[in-house]
């Protein structure tokens, strides 16, 4: 049986990693998107958002946060206790190829 404090510790340490993915993939997608607009023609004046407009978007992105830390603490959780019930039964363990795979996913 694992202790809650290492469970703890494995889950944080999955989360750090998942927040690590996230991070290069949100550096990712950001360094495309200036590409992007450098290569397309100018862009035309900007037009104002409504202050409404701007508090809902606002609002939207919030959520998606709260939902985006969610899916990432439940993730980390799945991958800490996967990897200890493939420590505790080596037997049905996969081979190293298909665990990394695995972990990559995500």
Do not use: C, W, Y
Not at 23 to 51: T, Y
Not at 54 to 81: C, G, P, W, Y
């Amino acid at each position: 049986m694992v202790g809650s404090r290492h469970l703890r510790r494995l889950v944080k340490k999955e989360r750090d990693e998942i927040a690590r993915k996230f991070e290069l993939i949100e550096r990712q997608g950001v360094e495309k998107e200036i590409q992007r607009e450098v290569a397309e023609q100018p862009v035309p004046e900007e037009q104002p958002i409504s202050h409404s407009a701007e508090q809902r978007m606002m609002a939207a992105f919030s959520r998606l946060e709260k939902k985006l830390d969610v899916l990432s603490q439940t993730l980390a959780e799945a991958v800490a206790l996967l990897k200890l019930q493939i420590k505790k039964e080596p037997d049905l363990s996969p081979n190293a190829m298909e665990l990394e795979h695995f972990t990559q996913k995500f």
